[in-house]
Structures are given as C-alpha cells and as structure tokens.
C-alpha cells in the first residue's frame, strides 16, 4: 500500500524525489477531542449530562417546575464551548406573520452575544451562545450556565410556540361571510412573508453542500500540473443530513473514493474545517468561500492547524482549490 501511494504521488506533482503525500489520500492525526472533559465538569456541578452523540451532551436545569434542556458542545478545535436550547416546531414557517422574525431579530440586539436562529432542518427556533474555552473552571461554567438558562426563561416571549402560528394564506378558502369590505385584501401582508429569517437561510453548510472539482493543489509551493488533474478528475461532494450534519465523498482518482465526516467552524477570523474518518482521526485545516471557488489549506499530519493559504519549501501544508459544479 505504501509504494502504491508513493508511485501515484509522484506521478501527480512530477518530482518523485520530494513527493509528500496526496492530500486526498494521506493518514489523519488522531482527533483531540475535550467532550470527555466536559462532561466531567458538568457532573462536578451537579448536573447529569446526557450524551446525545459523541459530540454533544444535554443537561436540564429546573425552576419552579420548569425544566430547561440546554445542549453543551465544544466547537472544532476545542476552543469555544456552545450552548444551545431549542424550542417547538414550527408547523408552516411559510404563514407565520412577519412580525414573530421581526421580533427574534430585535431580540438579538439585547441579548448578544446569544442569538436565535431558525433552522430550517427541524423546522426550531433555536438560542445559542458560545464562550471561550480557556482556563476553564467548574465554577465559570456553572455561570454560563446559569446564565445562557436566565436568557432562555426571560425571553420567552419572544420563542414561545404560539407567536408562530400561521395566519390564513392567499391559497386558503375565503370565510363563509366577509368581515371586511371587498376592496381590503384578507392577508396581503402574508404575500411577504419569508420562509425563514434571511441571517439563517444560507450558511456556510448550505454553501458547501455540492459537488466541487479540483482545479488546483500546490504543494511546498509548487503547483501540480492542470493536465494531471484533468486526468484524475479529482473531486469532493459535500452532503448536509437533516440534521445538519456534513459528509464529504471525496474522489481520488476514477475508481478512488473515500468518504469522511465533516465538522466546520466558521466563527472562527480564520474558518475552520475538520476531515474525520471512520476511525474518529480528524485532519485539521481552514477553509473560504468566494463565489463557486472553494479553498481549503490542510496541514501536514502531527503538524498545527494552518493559519494562512500559503504553502512553501518550509512549510507542510497543502493548498486545495475547488470549484463548484
């Protein structure tokens, strides 16, 4: 297998006596995840986490007899700690009077840095905060904590389920006996009413979810041939799961094709993007969107996340360039 690897990589950047790895075929560091840890400051503040998936704990805190379920997660790189609570489903986002958005994104203003997000997946609205990670305490969590459940119960008007009942539509049947005169629409103003808030509707997620060529990978600063990436017809497929989760198909060749699970963080000055493969080994990298061109800069394995989309003679990390089909 490895003389395969080595005879493949040489032909791809034609200098055979300095090849490195292929950055679509290369072996992944292993993953450094902090979830375990958080857990276990969670059970040393009285609180008993529920894993909901290898990532993500669930914790309820409980008021007058009112529980709040709030979801823990560390982002990518294991810098920032997120929060988040979801609220009920919004049976027809279409229909829901303008004013209901309106409102969760004035309610933005006053609660920063929290916020509310409708996501479309799961039809919920949903509040989220983050905070670094730094130094981390059991007793600074307990206070984000405390306080991301303060900001869930004081803005419940705000999220409660019956702002975002749906008014009657245009393609509803009229009422037997008009209450209004004839010249008034009945809901003019639902004509307008968008689907979901505009800051949820596209996401870096959504951006990536397509197919994307490869049209160009430079390695210790030289770029590989565009005919032999013709020839390979390099490739990546981005797929979003219901529940908001990203895959990558990632094609190597005509008959290679690996497939990985996909983590990025795009509140990040630099954004962020993990590949982990079915062995939970993640390979770290940045990532930016400008249009239909994807670029995406890897570091070497062992080596630190990159910090720029440069790549030299002393540098390890590789630059990919893609565009969407």
């Known amino acids: 297998m490895q003389l395969r690897v080595a005879v493949f990589v040489g032909a791809l950047i034609a200098t055979p006596a300095v090849a490195q790895p292929d950055p679509l075929v290369r072996p992944l560091p292993p993953a450094a995840s902090g979830t ?6 969670l059970r040393d503040i009285g609180f008993e986490p529920k894993a909901l998936s290898p990532d993500v704990y ?3 805190v409980e008021r007058e007899r009112w529980p709040v379920h709030i979801m823990l ?8 700690i997120w929060l988040e609570s979801k609220f009920a489903p919004v049976d027809d986002p279409d229909r829901v009077p303008p004013t209901a958005w309106k409102r969760l994104l004035e309610a933005n203003e006053k609660i920063g840095p929290a916020h509310f997000a409708f996501d479309k997946t799961d039809r919920r609205v949903h509040l989220y905060k983050s905070f670094d990670n730094m130094a981390l305490t059991s007793d ?15 803005t419940q008007d705000y999220w409660r389920g019956e702002n975002f009942r749906p008014v009657i539509g245009t393609n509803d049947p009229p009422p037997p006996t008009p209450m209004i005169p004839a010249a008034v629409p009945v809901s003019r103003e639902v004509a307008s009413v968008p689907v979901v808030p505009a800051s949820r509707e596209v996401t870096d997620a959504d951006k990536l979810a397509a197919e994307w060529e490869v049209i160009g990978i430079q390695i210790k600063g030289r770029k590989t041939p565009d005919d032999v990436l013709k020839d390979r017809k390099a ?3 981005f797929r979003l799961s219901a529940n908001s989760h990203l895959t990558a198909d990632i094609r190597m060749g005509p008959e290679q094709t690996r497939s990985v699970a996909v983590k990025i963080d795009p509140e990040r000055p630099a954004k962020q993007i993990d590949f982990i493969d079915d062995r939970d080994r993640a390979e770290a990298g940045i990532y930016k969107i400008e249009g239909s061109t994807l670029t995406i800069c890897f570091a070497a394995p ?4 990159p910090i720029a989309f440069t790549t030299n003679e002393e540098s390890k990390n590789w630059v990919i ?3 969407k089909k």
């Open 36 to 41: 375990e840890a958080l857990g276990k400051f």
């Open 58 to 60: 669930q914790i309820s």
């Open 73 to 80: 997660s560390l982002s990518t790189d294991g810098r920032r």
């Open 140 to 154: 600074r969590l307990r206070r984000e904590v405390e306080a991301f459940d303060a900001t869930v119960r004081k």
């Open 235 to 237: 490739a990546i497929r």
């Open 302 to 305: 062992g080596e630190g996340r």
């Open 321 to 323: 360039v893609l565009k």
